[in-house]
């Protein structure tokens, strides 16, 4: 059985759990609880090395980090989210990684500081906040236009790149970014969010898991 380990306000573990539900995979969702530590516990760290969410157990094979799950679940499932066509699959892990290293990492700066930081009791560092939301004014207008030509992200079809950037723009209502100058990104969202694989991990984010 396939085991995923994450948390409600983790995107990547979101994503994972959106792909698996998307490739019709039978698994076991596993909520650890971030704010107590969890995460942090012996039998945790054997799954990933600095306690941090997604990692999965299928069968023997232990795995992190989400776009590695992802690829792994798509080859286990046989889906062409993630083909076996050279130039299909570049396409898609340049997405992945400008999702990855650009746009998450910056939101990544904007919900830790507008949601995480006041739950946990840490201080906000504006100077960090500002950042975020700087690198997201430069890089979600590349988004848009992608989208703006395509479909989907990686071309026509829907691929590991869209899961991906579909969970990392989830908590924008929640942390105040507004989208409604990105017109292409929202009308790829608002035809992906109704769907069952989005649905069954949450209505919205930041709902329990």
Same mark, same amino acid.
């Given at each position: 059985?396939?085991?995923?380990?994450?948390?409600?306000?983790?995107?990547?573990?979101?994503?994972? =759990?959106? @792909? *698996?539900?998307? /490739? &019709?995979?039978?698994?076991?969702?596993?909520? #650890?609880? %971030?704010? +107590?530590?969890?995460?942090?516990?012996?039998?945790?760290?054997?799954?990933?090395?600095?306690?941090?969410?997604?990692?999965?157990?299928?069968?023997?094979?232990?795995?992190?980090?989400?776009?590695?799950?992802?690829?792994?679940?798509?080859?286990?499932?046989?889906?062409?989210?993630?083909?076996?066509?050279?130039?299909?699959?570049?396409?898609?892990?340049?997405?992945?990684?400008?999702?990855?290293?650009?746009?998450?990492?910056?939101?990544?700066?904007?919900?830790?500081? =507008?949601? @995480? *930081?006041?739950? /946990? &009791?840490?201080?906000?560092?504006?100077?960090? #906040?500002? %950042?975020? +939301?700087?690198?997201?004014?430069?890089?979600?207008?590349?988004?848009?236009?992608?989208?703006?030509?395509?479909?989907?992200?990686?071309?026509?079809?829907?691929?590991?790149?869209?899961?991906?950037?579909?969970?990392?723009?989830?908590?924008?209502?929640?942390?105040?970014?507004?989208?409604?100058?990105?017109?292409?990104?929202?009308?790829?969202?608002?035809?992906?969010?109704?769907?069952?694989?989005?649905?069954?991990?949450?209505?919205?984010?930041?709902?329990?898991?």
């Amino acid at each position: 059985m396939l085991n995923i380990y994450g948390f409600h306000l983790s995107q990547p573990s979101n994503a994972v =759990r959106m @792909l *698996a539900n998307a /490739l &019709g995979l039978e698994f076991e969702y596993h909520e #650890l609880n %971030a704010p +107590e530590g969890e995460h942090r516990a012996p039998e945790h760290i054997k799954r990933h090395p600095v306690g941090k969410m997604p990692a999965i157990e299928d069968g023997d094979v232990t795995l992190f980090e989400s776009t590695a799950i992802m690829k792994y679940l798509c080859k286990k499932a046989g889906s062409d989210m993630y083909p076996d066509d050279l130039i299909k699959q570049a396409k898609i892990d340049q997405w992945c990684s400008f999702v990855s290293v650009h746009v998450y990492m910056a939101y990544g700066r904007v919900v830790f500081n =507008r949601l @995480l *930081a006041p739950q /946990l &009791g840490f201080p906000v560092d504006e100077t960090s #906040l500002a %950042a975020g +939301e700087e690198f997201l004014e430069r890089f979600l207008p590349a988004i848009d236009q992608q989208l703006g030509s395509s479909k989907y992200l990686a071309g026509d079809s829907l691929s590991i790149a869209d899961i991906l950037l579909l969970a990392t723009i989830d908590p924008s209502e929640a942390v105040g970014i507004d989208l409604k100058k990105y017109p292409n990104l929202i009308a790829w969202r608002e035809a992906l969010v109704p769907q069952a694989f989005y649905q069954d991990v949450h209505a919205f984010f930041g709902q329990a898991a």
